[in-house]
């Protein structure tokens, strides 16, 4: 370092005005220029300056901010220092600017200014004389005696005791050490103060002192400070070598930007250290060899690049993620299957099917522990408790629950994520649940699985192949890590209102469970037991304040909503509290009972108690003024009052429905004519009824409008699917579609009470459906009493609850003759010449 004693500088300097950091005579400091006075200087002085004084600048701090450099010259400091600019680098990212390396030379101060613009110049008178010390500092020998001797002989000491509290094998300490004894003592206050933990408040103080003596005061308690600081470190913590090297905050590959050199623990080159603390977060995530090796790659590359690289960032976050992730962290199992099952039971009302199959799997997992998650599919309507199911499961098992809605997700990186060559890439939704929940074994609930999308970006239900395969999970790679994560503990449970938009593919890698509607007692048993007593505790109601009965729940069931789940019965509830919550808010009692006096609180006569408050209890009246006109009416018998109408069963995504089939006639040739809607398959089913019911006129003594035998000569017939928007489609309606051209063609009315369902072929047999437990609870909410199914589908009545089977008779058919004969009353007559039944030779 130079020393300003024998150094004379211009009378004229242009002044550098810096924001950050102290320039001491004797140090070297790194600043940024960006301001327009400070750029005008570099580029017209500093880099068109070919002598060695035009080097030479002014340094004064500012403390005014950079970024609002008006044309007002700012305050100026009062003395500065002179400085050499040793290097220039510019640049133009991210804005213009230029880095500056300036070594200080000697103070200076300024006698006035000859210029404002476009840079600062200003006249200036020299501080540093030569008239003080000349000798180095480790000599002995001083040239004036006095107090100004005892300080410097005093600060000597302190400098060396400085330097045997730290390492000499750091090269920083080293060159230190060879500076105190080389340099003269002069500028010792000067170099020390700038290496040292100082504030700029500090470095002001010190270059405000002109006088040597003054200069020692100020900075020999800075270091009297740094050396108790140490000690105190000392004490505390473990000697090391990354220790004492931390002290010091220089960068091995220079001058920290706009810092000078210092021995500052807080100044510290703090990327050394994070880098050192993710390491040892690497070592101790635990994780499987291959992940350990990609991390520890990953880490010396970080180790070698600098910050400002936009890579830096990139594989810093790589890193973080890498240790947050749940490589060996896991839940213990709750595998009470007593308590699971009372926790189950009260959670949820029926579904019995899904409440055994966790039990089995608890069950299993107490024989083995090394059981690997089953991949489980709920499929119902909307609105029965599927994901409320997921979440309960979880808490049954003491397990973490995190739900990831697929619903119209249509890129695969949302499940994969991006490789991390892309600028803005990040983990898929997999590997983020997992970092979120914190551990290798949580619940995941993938919600609305059949509502995935396909687009240009990929598909998202193939890539979820991997994850939902029990053979192939355990090893599942996201882009963004590239390294396998296993997924085998994980208990993946998907929602799903329909399996039709599911690919096969992926359909076949999950256990499906059907989840069908309620049954009317059901939903009144859920009403009671969950829905109202919700409703009253979201609306600030008591029981006290508003009471249901079991007969008006039975009427909003039935009469305001149709639904296989409970949700638009939850609404109904939240009106009804809204409207009681208006009336409590008004203070209005409902019903008031006779005045009496309570006889441990006597009154004087003539006064009156105040009648007790009472529940308001709706009845079919107050439900008729809160939620207005019934919506749905028994309308069953009253549309089967002419003959051309029967009654058929649907299934729907939101549960089943029953289906009315109307037909017409008219004169005409022949003509078949199709309305409401309706898919291929259900009109190659009306097609197949017409052909039957020609094939067999004779047989069921059928006639077309003018007597003849062929039904449909000179005939139109006209055959009507209600509600015309919705789109119908599926080959049950077969029989439905007989009984009413029967009907129609005999002039007799089909049974009101009766709904079918069953697909039938040319030869008249009827053929197994699904969906049969939704059909019967739809019928069975419709009032039906007679439901005909196929007779391969009477397997299926085991799942229907014990009333439901006792309400309805079921009449199970072979061919179209059983469906025709129980769907009239008296049977459908039917000539003596009757078809032979052949038994099968196969």
């Not at 070698?304 to 749940?326: C, F, G, I």
């Not at 060559?421 to 929940?437: D, F």
Request: with cysteine; proline share 6%.
């Amino acid at each position: 370092m130079a020393s300003g004693a024998g150094i004379q500088i211009p009378s004229r300097l242009p002044l550098l005005l810096t924001h950050e950091g102290v320039l001491l005579p004797g140090s070297t400091v790194r600043f940024s220029v960006d301001s327009p006075r400070n750029m005008h200087l570099v580029s017209q002085r500093l880099l068109k300056g070919t002598s060695l004084k035009s080097t030479i600048i002014g340094v004064i701090p500012n403390t005014r901010d950079p970024d609002h450099d008006t044309d007002d010259l700012p305050t100026l400091h009062k003395i500065g220092t002179a400085g050499i600019a040793v290097q220039v680098v510019g640049s133009n990212w991210p804005k213009p600017h230029y880095t500056l390396l300036i070594t200080g030379l000697c103070r200076f101060s300024v006698t006035s200014l000859l210029k404002e613009r476009p840079f600062v110049l200003a006249e200036v008178e020299q501080l540093d004389k030569l008239e003080q010390y000349t000798t180095p500092a480790s000599d002995g020998v001083t040239a004036e005696d006095g107090e100004l001797g005892e300080l410097s002989q005093q600060f000597y000491h302190a400098a060396v005791q400085l330097l045997g509290m730290l390492d000499m094998s750091v090269p920083v300490v080293a060159k230190f050490r060879r500076l105190l004894d080389s340099l003269p003592r002069e500028t010792l206050p000067d170099v020390v103060a700038s290496m040292i933990r100082t504030s700029n408040k500090e470095k002001l103080q010190v270059l405000d002192a002109v006088s040597l003596e003054e200069r020692f005061k100020k900075a020999l308690p800075m270091l009297t400070r740094q050396i108790e600081g140490l000690k105190l470190l000392q004490k505390t913590k473990k000697r090391s070598p990354d220790n004492e090297k931390r002290v010091l905050s220089v960068r091995k590959g220079g001058v920290l930007p706009g810092r000078p050199f210092n021995l500052d623990e807080e100044e510290e080159d703090d990327d050394g250290n994070d880098t050192v603390a993710l390491e040892r977060k690497v070592h101790g995530a635990n994780m499987p060899e291959a992940a350990l090796k990609v991390c520890l790659k990953e880490l010396k590359r970080l180790k070698k690049m600098p910050q400002s690289m936009p890579e830096y960032a990139l594989t810093r976050n790589y890193l973080d993620l890498m240790v947050e992730l749940p490589w060996s962290k896991s839940t213990k199992d709750c595998l009470d299957i007593g308590a699971a099952r009372t926790l189950l039971d009260n959670d949820h009302y029926a579904m019995e099917k899904l409440k055994r199959r966790v039990l089995e799997y608890l069950a299993v997992r107490q024989l083995k522990s090394s059981l690997k998650g089953p991949i489980l599919c709920f499929v119902g309507p909307p609105g029965v408790g599927k994901t409320s199911v997921g979440r309960s499961i979880a808490r049954t098992l003491g397990r973490e629950f995190h739900r990831i809605a697929l619903g119209g997700v249509c890129d695969q990186s949302d499940i994969r994520g991006h490789r991390r060559t892309y600028v803005g890439s990040m983990p898929g939704r997999i590997i983020n649940g997992l970092k979120t929940v914190g551990v290798n074994n949580p619940v995941f609930l993938l919600d609305e699985v059949d509502k995935l999308g396909k687009s240009l970006q990929g598909d998202p239900a193939a890539a979820l192949l991997e994850v939902l395969d029990p053979e192939q999970n355990h090893s599942f790679t996201d882009h963004y890590l590239n390294v396998a994560f296993d997924l085998s503990q994980v208990l993946f449970i998907a929602t799903a209102n329909t399996t039709a938009t599911i690919p096969p593919a992926l359909l076949d890698r999950m256990e499906v469970l059907q989840v069908p509607g309620y049954t009317q007692e059901e939903k009144v048993e859920i009403a009671h037991r969950h829905l109202i007593p919700n409703q009253l505790e979201q609306h600030g109601l008591t029981p006290q304040q508003l009471h249901l009965p079991q007969d008006t729940t039975q009427n909003i069931i039935s009469r305001y909503t149709r639904e296989a789940g409970v949700r638009s019965l939850e609404r109904k509830i939240g009106a009804i509290c809204r409207a009681v919550a208006v009336k409590v808010a008004e203070g209005h009692r409902v019903a008031k009972t006779e005045d009496t006096v309570t006889p441990e609180a006597p009154t004087k006569t003539g006064d009156k108690a105040a009648p007790p408050e009472m529940p308001i209890v709706i009845d079919h009246i107050a439900l008729k003024d809160i939620l207005g006109p019934p919506l749905f009416e028994m309308e069953v018998s009253e549309r089967l009052t002419l003959p051309g109408v029967a009654l058929g069963l649907a299934w729907t995504p939101l549960g089943g429905e029953i289906m009315f089939v109307e037909a017409s006639r008219t004169e005409g040739e022949g003509q078949l004519t199709l309305t409401g809607q309706l898919g291929d398959v259900m009109k190659e089913s009306a097609h197949l009824a017409i052909s039957w019911l020609r094939a067999n006129a004779k047989t069921y003594q059928l006639t077309n409008i003018v007597g003849g035998p062929d039904p449909l000569e000179g005939t139109d017939i006209h055959l009507h699917f209600p509600a015309g928007a919705v789109t119908k489609d599926g080959p049950s309606a077969g029989v439905t579609i007989v009984t009413c051209l029967a009907s129609l063609f005999s002039g007799r009315l089909v049974r009101s009470d009766v709904a079918m369902t069953g697909e039938i072929t040319l030869r008249g047999l009827v053929l197994p459906v699904g969906g049969i437990k939704d059909k019967v609870l739809a019928a069975h909410r419709a009032g039906v009493k007679r439901v005909i199914l196929p007779k391969r589908n009477e397997k299926d009545l085991e799942e229907l609850p014990a009333n439901v089977q006792a309400d309805l008779d079921f009449i199970t058919a072979v061919n179209l003759d059983e469906v025709l004969n129980a769907a009239f009353d008296g049977g459908f007559p039917a000539s003596t010449c009757t078809h032979p039944q052949l038994s099968s030779k196969l």
